[in-house]
């Protein structure tokens, strides 16, 4: 053991996922048990770190959350504390940068090492409070699996699996009354979810982000289908895909968050735009929404917590700060949190590669991704 770390303090960022408790748990049990750190947790993400307000993390308040999804610290994808909306004084809110007062609550609390399991925004906030001096380490989730140099975040399997489930039992009712039906399926502005859940649930056609569709091209995937013999379809439509014209779904906007746009609606949509054009078939749609991230934590994110965690902990007792934990090819390594992000004002995504491997295979078996 190397660190002069004493006290660490855990937080967690953005849109829960399956995985966050497990790597609480890892972390906390390793801290303690092998390094003899003290374990704090920030609550509702940044927002706790600006009112101070923090838990004890002990063993045995972590040792059964070993496959709980969410997040025992919670969690907000909304307070930005270099962008914060604070009273103005005349019954009025204002931004503010007040992220001395984040640094200043660390230093009262006594705490060394600031370790934020969160996606691109929670890490952009990171990389933020790095700059700062604060010791920082980064520990990459989201079900959204867009974060640039980790292979995998943990949360997506968990998710993608509830997913491929969905599209499972559509396909059952789809054939029996030959019907066409189109699952949304969540991810902002990667596709991730909706391919692999997509193809691993065998939907005819698979629309993401990454991939512009016309409604034209998805009528006539079907009559191909209908020709084969195949008279039904399950389409998953990413909630941010778009039509070839730009046309987008967004379901609300929440002014307050820093990225406020959420994406809803898009299958809806593309039911009622394909049901004019191919009149021979009823078009349903669903969107399980939070459904797909609620829920138990996955056994393969289980593992993938438990490396991600302890890798954490090894960079802490390094002194590898600025870093977040990386899987690459297999193994556990570290990247700077400066290249994880980038210099945007928005962290960099990892979006799915139109001529990638996955998606030219799947054409190749005939799936359609609305594109021609
Ligand atoms: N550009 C930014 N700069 C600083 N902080 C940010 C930025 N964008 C988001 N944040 C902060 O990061 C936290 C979560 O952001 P966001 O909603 O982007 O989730 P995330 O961490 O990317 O996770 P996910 O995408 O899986 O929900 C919030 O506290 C938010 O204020
Ligand atoms: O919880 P909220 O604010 O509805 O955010 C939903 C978004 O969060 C995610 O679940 C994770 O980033 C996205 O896939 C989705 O668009
Ligand atoms: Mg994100």
Same mark, same amino acid.
């Given at each position: 053991?190397?660190?002069?770390?004493?006290?660490?303090?855990?937080?967690?960022?953005? %849109?829960?996922? =399956?995985?966050?408790?497990?790597?609480?748990?890892?972390?906390?049990?390793?801290?303690?048990?092998?390094?003899?750190?003290?374990?704090?947790?920030?609550?509702?993400?940044?927002?706790?770190?600006?009112?101070?307000?923090?838990?004890?993390?002990?063993?045995?308040?972590?040792?059964?959350?070993?496959?709980?999804? %969410?997040?025992?610290?919670? &969690?907000? +994808?909304?307070?930005?504390?270099?962008?914060?909306?604070?009273?103005?004084?005349?019954?009025?809110?204002?931004?503010?940068?007040?992220?001395?007062?984040?640094?200043?609550?660390?230093?009262?609390?006594?705490?060394?090492?600031?370790?934020?399991?969160?996606?691109?925004?929670?890490?952009?906030?990171?990389?933020?409070?790095?700059?700062?001096?604060?010791?920082?380490?980064?520990?990459?989730?989201?079900?959204?699996? $867009?974060?640039?140099?980790? $292979?995998?975040?943990?949360?997506?399997?968990?998710?993608?699996?509830?997913?491929?489930?969905?599209?499972?039992?559509?396909?059952?009712?789809?054939?029996?009354?030959?019907?066409?039906?189109?699952?949304?399926?969540?991810?902002?502005?990667?596709?991730?979810?909706?391919?692999?859940?997509?193809?691993?649930?065998?939907?005819?056609?698979?629309?993401?982000?990454?991939? =512009?569709?016309?409604?034209?091209?998805?009528?006539?995937?079907?009559?191909?289908?209908?020709?084969?013999?195949?008279?039904?379809?399950?389409?998953?439509?990413?909630?941010?895909?778009?039509?070839?014209?730009?046309?987008? &779904?967004?379901?609300?906007?929440?002014?307050?968050?820093?990225?406020?746009?959420?994406?809803?609606?898009?299958?809806?949509?593309?039911?009622?735009?394909?049901?004019?054009?191919?009149? +021979?078939?009823?078009?349903?749609?669903?969107?399980?929404?939070?459904?797909?991230?609620? %829920?138990?934590?996955?056994?393969?994110?289980?593992?993938? &917590?438990?490396?991600?965690?302890?890798?954490?902990?090894?960079?802490?007792?390094?002194?590898?700060?600025?870093?977040?934990?990386?899987?690459?090819?297999? +193994?556990?390594?570290?990247? &700077?949190?400066?290249?994880?992000? %980038?210099?945007?004002?928005?962290?960099?995504?990892?979006?799915?590669?139109? +001529?990638?491997?996955?998606?030219?295979?799947?054409?190749?078996?005939?799936?359609?991704?609305? $594109?021609?």
């Amino acid at each position: 053991m190397n660190s002069k770390v004493k006290k660490i303090a855990l937080l967690s960022g953005g %849109g829960d996922c =399956p995985g966050l408790n497990a790597v609480i748990r890892t972390i906390t049990k390793i801290a303690i048990e092998k390094y003899n750190w003290e374990v704090i947790g920030f609550v509702y993400g940044y927002r706790g770190l600006y009112n101070n307000n923090y838990v004890e993390l002990t063993v045995d308040k972590v040792e059964d959350i070993y496959k709980e999804g %969410g997040t025992i610290l919670y &969690s907000s +994808n909304k307070d930005n504390l270099f962008d914060y909306l604070v009273d103005d004084g005349n019954g009025g809110k204002v931004r503010k940068d007040v992220s001395d007062v984040g640094v200043e609550n660390l230093k009262k609390d006594g705490v060394d090492v600031l370790v934020v399991l969160g996606g691109d925004g929670t890490l952009t906030s990171a990389r933020d409070f790095s700059r700062k001096g604060v010791n920082v380490i980064g520990v990459p989730k989201t079900m959204d699996n $867009d974060l640039t140099s980790t $292979d995998l975040t943990y949360g997506f399997i968990s998710a993608m699996s509830v997913g491929t489930e969905f599209i499972d039992r559509l396909q059952t009712t789809a054939k029996s009354h030959h019907r066409v039906i189109c699952c949304e399926l969540m991810g902002r502005e990667a596709g991730w979810i909706s391919l692999y859940a997509g193809l691993a649930g065998n939907a005819g056609v698979v629309l993401i982000p990454e991939i =512009p569709f016309t409604i034209e091209n998805i009528a006539k995937a079907v009559k191909k289908r209908d020709e084969a013999g195949l008279p039904y379809t399950v389409i998953a439509v990413a909630e941010g895909a778009k039509y070839a014209d730009g046309t987008k &779904s967004i379901g609300k906007i929440v002014e307050d968050s820093p990225d406020p746009i959420r994406y809803s609606g898009l299958a809806a949509k593309v039911a009622d735009d394909l049901e004019k054009v191919i009149p +021979n078939h009823e078009v349903r749609s669903v969107n399980p929404g939070h459904i797909i991230r609620g %829920g138990d934590i996955d056994a393969y994110d289980r593992i993938l &917590s438990i490396r991600f965690g302890n890798k954490a902990c090894a960079m802490i007792d390094e002194g590898l700060f600025g870093n977040v934990v990386s899987l690459k090819g297999g +193994n556990m390594e570290y990247t &700077s949190l400066e290249e994880v992000i %980038g210099d945007a004002k928005f962290g960099k995504q990892k979006l799915v590669d139109p +001529n990638g491997d996955l998606v030219l295979a799947a054409k190749a078996m005939g799936v359609s991704f609305g $594109d021609e």
